[in-house]
């Protein structure tokens, strides 16, 4: 689940340049999990009702823990993650480094 995410975030799998291999790398580990479900259902191990509601706790947290630390990475790497626009990052000058003074403001009191 969480790789998943990641995987897609991180490879731009719909960005729309049509690379379908991002895609199926991204899916990969998804494969694996559902490879471990099936074959509990096929050894009797659970019930496909189990099974399914498994699948979709373990996405539904995936989800929501990839969202919580996206809004971290976003602070990090703001043009990989896109950060959103009411956040407070602090802008970059062109060599990518903070700047240590907002547009606008001084750094001598006045």
């Given at each position: 689940g969480y790789?998943?995410?990641f995987l897609l975030d991180w490879l731009q799998a719909f960005d729309g340049?049509?690379?379908?291999?991002?895609?199926?790398?991204?899916?990969l580990p998804s494969f694996g999990a559902l490879a471990v479900g099936i074959t509990r259902y096929v050894d009797y191990w659970h019930?496909?009702?189990d099974i399914a509601a498994g699948l979709l706790l373990g996405w539904a947290i995936s989800w929501v823990c990839y969202r919580q630390q996206r809004s971290r990475l976003a602070e990090v790497?703001?043009?990989m993650y896109?950060?959103?626009a009411s956040s407070s990052?602090?802008?970059l000058?062109?060599?990518g480094l903070?700047?240590?003074?907002?547009?606008?403001?001084?750094?001598?009191?006045?």
């Open positions: 790789l998943t995410w340049s049509g690379h379908p291999w991002r895609l199926i790398v991204a899916v019930h496909p009702t790497d703001p043009v896109g950060a959103p990052i602090r802008r000058n062109e060599d903070p700047l240590l003074q907002q547009p606008g403001s001084s750094l001598l009191p006045m």
